[in-house]
């Protein structure tokens, strides 16, 4: 089985789940089987080979789940995107708008220096409003952003489009 295969077959799907109409994409149980959380790191990581990536920034939470390990793979550092508060002191941080109302993430001041060249990644593309924000966060510190890494994407939503002022360089191993 390829590793699109065997994602396809570990991802639950569970429907109107947080709010009726919302297909969720349960990527948890990945994580229960070990080989092919490596496997899928290492389809995640490939064709950031050679890129000159210096940090790989995770979208909590689920960016946080398999961030680490691109990161190490990449021999980058990893730095977390967080929700507004959680952070100590100081953040940098960026707010952009939901499908109602208002999100705020942030990252700690020390994470991003100006000239770093930033993978953003994280487990869905759905609307691409939160990679975009993480994003903003990294060229607003003077950083390069490569691209952008996903599990997976939901297509329809057109997400690529709210990333392509970044960059049009937008990895997926799924499309649902
Ligand atoms: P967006 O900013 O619209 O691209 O949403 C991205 C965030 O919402 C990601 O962190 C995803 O984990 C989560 N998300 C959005 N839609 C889904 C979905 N259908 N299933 C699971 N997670 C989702």
């Known amino acids: 089985m390829t590793c699109k295969e065997k994602l396809t077959e570990a991802i639950r799907i569970v429907e109107d789940f947080p ?6 994409k349960d990527i948890t149980p990945i994580l229960l089987n070990p080989a092919l959380v490596q496997e899928v790191i290492e389809e995640l990581a490939r064709p950031w080979k050679d890129k000159g990536i210096t940090r790989v920034m995770g979208i ?3 960016g946080f789940l398999f961030g680490p390990g691109i990161a190490m793979q990449l021999n980058a550092g990893f730095i977390i995107v967080r929700k ?3 952070l100590p002191p100081s953040t940098f941080s960026v ?8 999100a705020e993430i942030e990252i ?4 991003i220096r100006p000239g770093e060249v930033v993978l953003v990644h994280d487990d869905i593309l759905a609307t691409g409003g939160t990679a975009a924000a993480a994003a903003s966060l990294a060229v607003n510190q003077g950083a390069l952003v490569k691209g952008f890494s996903f599990l997976s994407e939901l297509a329809i ?5 709210r990333l392509v002022g970044f960059s049009t ?3 997926t191993i799924l499309n649902f």
Not at 108 to 111: H, L, M, Q, V
Not at 157 to 161: F, P
């Open 169 to 171: 360089d937008v990895e």
């Open 60 to 62: 909590e939470s689920r």
């Open 19 to 24: 709010k009726p109409g919302i297909s969720f």
């Open 157 to 161: 939503l057109n997400g690529r489009e």
């Open 108 to 111: 700690s001041d020390y994470a």
């Open 95 to 102: 707010s952009y708008a939901l499908e109602y109302g208002e």
């Open 84 to 86: 507004k508060g959680k």
